[in-house]
């Protein structure tokens, strides 16, 4: 079966990125410099044979190479030399399309080397600007609105100009003088980050509240936002998060997001971005709602929502370019790669390596099942890709909606499908780059490069309209809004077709005339027709457009609330936070849909139950509380909402029935205990240490609340003596203690209940905790059980819980023995004990697995730096040479069966295959593909690019504690870093001391001492049998 070589043939037409995604790309891809150290095969024919050159086709012949599904047809807008290069477009009131061409890919002028600069003048990227004058549906006149910009990306209508992402700067630009050239160029932020031709800025797209919304890039950027208009100039660091910009402002904010080149808003304002090798990504989390609660972490405000995975199986009809089959031909060491690969091999069916131009089609000239659907293109690929979006919870499942085949493909390597657009017409138009070569120039080897021509195809491109079968005719030339009066704009937003209803939302907002009030306050109130769904959108635009000229009012809500759309009730929801405290009627018709069974209603009813008075915000937290704990994400809202209420509102839930809220409770606890609010900390223990609180509830809430405490670096003990809290309290706390320890030694009680004992006595005092947790340290006590003690012990903080934790180091197993190992490095005392141990012998150095090697080795803490280096430094190791040396691996055949041991003793930590494994670094399945050569490399020498994304962190906190791992979230108040078996460790920004970048990847170097040749072909095996991601 040839299916794995082909996959992998399509995997190897990558983009290289800054960032990686997480699905596929860690230390076992090392793609830029690898690439380019690749030497030639020793039988490899002469390159000028081997590389031969795809021609350009002109658009006609381009035309005849598309396959595409339903009957669809393509219809040629654009084409050189009217536009070039187009990566983005958009339209103006008038239909006029202003198209990004990004003709200086993939080289800044700096970059180009001599040979590029002898073949042709220097490239720049333009805005474009494209009219059909006489309504053909063909852009007649184009002329250049903006030139000189470096490395172009986005572009987007606004106040009778465009903004625009380029060099590396937010412009706005503006023609005043009626020349169709821009005569203004406004600089609104400068500073987005050059450092990857494929991670710059993009996206710029509007959202259903007035506001416009784009990736800040993979790579950020420390931004600057100039003084103007008696403002001082700003600074700042977004990361990996997307910006919103008001343009009645220009004020720009951070917003949750942050993937590669792809961006989009569908009719609900729900956000969807892409990277190269994670296609669709849905933006769940407002960080609006999140940073109300500084204390309040979640492990991504982002989901991956395919259902066939983040890099899923494609289907493509173009063949591989030449020069990228000798880059395969050379990284694909093993003969029967070599003999899977000849050049003349169509590639039906590979993976998204290139996804590109996510964009959901909203447009009203095709049958209602497109409606919503989501195109990505994959420029690698040559093809389109089509989803169908289903709601799952508060966020969606993304289907393929073709069979074994894609929606559309074309047998043209040069085809590049960079982007798409809702046109005015209601049909999609697909911007087509059209270039010989997509491919970041770092991961290509030179002598192959310099055969290749980087810039071919600079002067070419296409924008195609993607025609419905139904509908061979042309539809109607768009109207000229920018004529419509306001009577006209507030009737189109009942257009089926979303450039008409944006445009005119938009229109309405930036004229600002009163006289449009009435007539959106009736069209947000009218009864409506169940049956016609753009009466609810039409619904949604006029609320919105009230909003932006400051004129909504609490009914214009409540007739929201009346829509049979929960997609309006939940917008209902957003806009009653800003007019709630002035109607007691929205207050009390918000009451109601607590009670709703739809999750999104739920779920924005707990985020928007945070912005309401105090007396109601209490009131319906409580009456949420129930949703709250039995649903995840309603808990993470209700969470942030519960911010300044917390210590009530554990009074008042522990005061009624528990049993039910346990989940919600426990979270609460450790919130509590995170906040430096130390009323809430004594109120939730006056109440949880109440006689008629069940041990069922109290036990995993006081263990919480001390989990909480300890990231703030105090404990129950030191809160209670610095708020001289009443001595009832600590009365109760010794009694459930007393009780706890009994428990732990009985081995006649079950291991739930000793474990909830042992987890109790962490916040125990020490002598209490040092007497009792070591009952379990014997061989008749589970590994769960003994790891509890472990940690519960270690929270003691003391030399003499480390003494307990050391003595029985014989008698643990490898689990245990990483749970003792995993405490002890987070403190300098623990470490130089572990040292110390191995010194004297008590522990071999073989018993430390090499991670933690690696750790002590590069301890932040000079002291334990120093006696690692003594004990447990080895003899400095060329990977370079290690590579080398273990090339014969690739001439054994290999024994998955053996393999496989292997990985559960080496792997099993940090990777999943099948239902084994911790989600740490990638599931194996998605890497199987990979030749044997890549997965040699990328073992034994983990770090030769240590992706940016995978590079571990040491964070030391002001109480001592150390926490290593890569950081898996942040938020403004805290990090989450994870570790091996996917233990994570959140540290609180307010009791860190240091943070500190090792730039090594989380897998360690040294695996040569564990495994021989043979052996390593064996895990290769291992991992090239695991069953591809479907």
Not at 285 to 292: A, F, G, I, V
Not at 420 to 429: E, I, M, Q, S
Not at 482 to 487: E, G, I
Not at 907 to 935: E, I
Request: aromatic share 6%.
């Amino acid at each position: 079966m040839p299916t794995r070589s082909l996959a992998r043939k399509v995997l190897d037409t990558s983009f290289c990125s800054w960032y990686a995604s997480l699905a596929v790309c860690v230390w076992l891809l090392s793609a830029t410099v690898l690439l380019a150290q690749e030497k030639p095969l020793a039988q490899e024919k002469p390159l000028t044979e081997l590389m031969t050159r795809i021609p350009a086709r002109t658009p006609e012949e381009e035309l005849k190479t598309f396959k595409l599904q339903h009957g669809f047809t393509l219809e040629l807008v654009a084409a050189e030399p009217d536009v070039v290069d187009p990566i983005d477009a958009a339209f103006d009131e008038r239909g006029r399309m202003y198209v990004v061409e990004m003709s200086d890919y993939p080289f800044l002028p700096e970059q180009r080397v001599q040979k590029y600069k002898d073949q042709r003048p220097e490239s720049w990227s333009r805005i474009r600007l494209l009219t059909d004058k006489d309504g053909d549906g063909r852009m007649d006149h184009s002329v250049v609105f903006a030139d000189k910009l470096r490395w172009g990306q986005s572009v987007c209508c606004s106040k009778g100009g465009v903004y625009v992402l380029a060099s590396g700067s937010l412009f706005f630009m503006k023609d005043t003088d009626g020349d169709d050239v821009a005569d203004v160029k406004d600089v609104l932020c400068t500073g987005f980050s050059h450092a990857n031709v494929q991670a710059l800025a993009n996206g710029l797209e509007w959202g259903r509240d007035n506001a416009i919304y784009f990736s800040s890039g993979l790579a950020g950027g420390d931004l600057t936002v100039p003084a103007r208009d008696g403002k001082p100039e700003r600074k700042f660091t977004p990361g990996r998060r997307d910006l919103r910009l008001d343009p009645a402002t220009n004020e720009l904010t951070m917003v949750s997001g942050g993937q590669q080149f792809g961006h989009t808003i569908d009719d609900w304002g729900n956000r969807f971005i892409c990277s190269n090798s994670n296609h669709i990504v849905h933006v769940v989390w407002p960080l609006e709602y999140l940073e109300r609660n500084p204390q309040l972490t979640i492990p991504s405000t982002t989901r991956s929502i395919a259902k066939e995975g983040a890099a899923a199986v494609v289907y493509r009809t173009s063949g591989a370019e030449p020069w990228r089959l000798v880059r395969t031909a050379r990284r694909a060491a093993d003969p029967e790669m070599r003999k899977r690969l000849p050049e003349s091999e169509l590639v039906p069916i590979g993976f998204f390596t290139s996804a590109t131009g996510i964009t959901v089609y909203r447009g009203g000239a095709y049958p209602p099942e497109y409606h919503g659907n989501v195109f990505i293109g994959d420029v690698g690929a040559n093809l389109v890709h089509r989803k169908k979006l289903t709601p799952d919870g508060i966020s969606f499942t993304a289907e393929r909606t073709e069979k074994d085949c894609e929606f559309l493909t074309s047998t043209d390597n040069w085809f590049r499908p960079t982007n798409f657009v809702n046109a005015p017409d209601g049909t999609l138009y697909m911007l087509d780059m059209y270039r010989e070569t997509i491919e970041h120039p770092a991961s290509i080897p030179e002598d192959i490069k310099a055969l290749c021509d980087l810039e071919s195809g600079h002067d070419k491109g296409r924008i195609w309209r993607l025609v419905a079968p139904f509908d061979k005719r042309r539809v109607p030339p768009p109207i000229d809004m920018s004529a419509a009066n306001t009577a006209q704009l507030v009737e189109h937003l009942k257009s089926d077709r979303c450039w008409v209803r944006d445009t005119a939302q938009r229109l309405l907002v930036e004229r600002q005339d009163k006289a449009a009030v009435a007539r959106l306050h009736e069209l947000t109130t009218t009864e409506i027709d169940p049956d016609n769904a753009n009466t609810s959108r039409a619904r949604l635009h006029a609320a919105w457009t009230l909003h932006g000229m400051k004129a909504l009012n609490p009914k214009d809500v409540i007739g929201l609330f009346t829509d049979h759309d929960p997609r309006v009730i939940q917008h209902g929801l957003r806009l009653a936070e800003g007019v709630a405290a002035a109607s007691p009627d929205l207050l009390d018709l918000i009451s109601f849909l607590y009670w709703s069974i739809d999750p999104r209603l739920q779920w924005q009813s707990a985020c928007t139950v945070g912005g309401l008075p105090a007396k109601d915000a209490l009131f319906g937290l409580q009456l949420l509380a129930p949703a709250a704990a039995n649903d995840a994400d309603v808990r993470t809202a209700w969470l942030s909402s519960a911010y300044p209420h917390m210590g009530r509102l554990s009074t008042v839930l522990l005061a009624g029935k528990t049993e039910n809220l346990v989940p919600l409770l426990v979270e609460l606890a450790r919130l509590i205990g995170s906040s430096p609010k130390s009323e809430d900390v004594v109120a939730l223990l006056k109440a949880v240490t109440d006689e008629k609180v069940p041990a069922t509830t109290r036990s995993p809430v006081l263990v919480s609340l001390g989990e909480g405490l300890r990231r703030r670096g105090t404990s129950i003990a030191k809160v209670l003596a610095e708020t001289k809290a009443d001595a009832a309290i600590g009365d109760s706390l010794s009694k459930v203690y007393q009780q706890a320890s009994g428990v732990v030694g009985d081995a006649a009680s079950n291991e739930a209940a000793r474990l909830a004992a042992i987890n109790l006595l962490a916040l125990a005092d020490a002598q209490l905790a040092e007497t009792a947790l070591p009952a379990v340290f014997t061989p008749q006590s589970s590994p769960a059980l003994q790891q509890a003690a472990v940690k519960a012990l270690a929270a003691q903080g003391s030399a003499k819980s480390v003494e307990l934790l050391l003595a029985p180091w014989k008698t643990f197993g490898p689990a245990t023995r990483r749970e003792v190992v995993d405490q002890l490095v987070s403190s300098a005392g623990g470490a130089v004990a572990l040292v110390k141990a191995v010194e004297t012998g008590s522990i071999k150095i073989g018993e430390i697995e090499r991670d933690k090697r690696q750790l002590l080795l590069n301890h932040p803490n000079g002291k334990v730096k120093e006696a690692a280096r003594k004990v447990l430094a080895e003899p400095p190791s060329n990977r370079k040479q290690v590579v080398a040396d273990y090339q014969a691996t690739l001439d054994l055949t290999g024994d998955a069966a053996r393999g496989q041991m292997l990985y559960g003793k080496t792997c099993v930590q940090c990777h999943r295959a099948g239902t084994a494994g911790h989600q740490v670094g990638p599931d194996l399945a998605s890497v199987q593909n990979k030749s044997p050569s890549d997965l040699l490399v990328a073992i034994m020498d983990p770090n030769r690019e240590a992706q940016p994304s995978f590079q571990t962190y040491t964070a030391v906190t002001l109480q001592g504690r150390i926490h290593t791992g890569m950081i898996s979230a942040e938020t403004a108040a805290s990090l989450t870093l994870k570790r091996a078996e996917a233990k994570e460790d959140v540290v609180l920004r307010e009791t860190l001391d240091e943070l500190i970048s090792n730039g090594l990847s989380l897998m360690p170097e040294g695996l040569e001492k564990d495994l021989d040749k043979q052996a390593l072909a064996d895990l290769i095996a291992f991992i090239k049998a695991q069953a591809p991601v479907k």
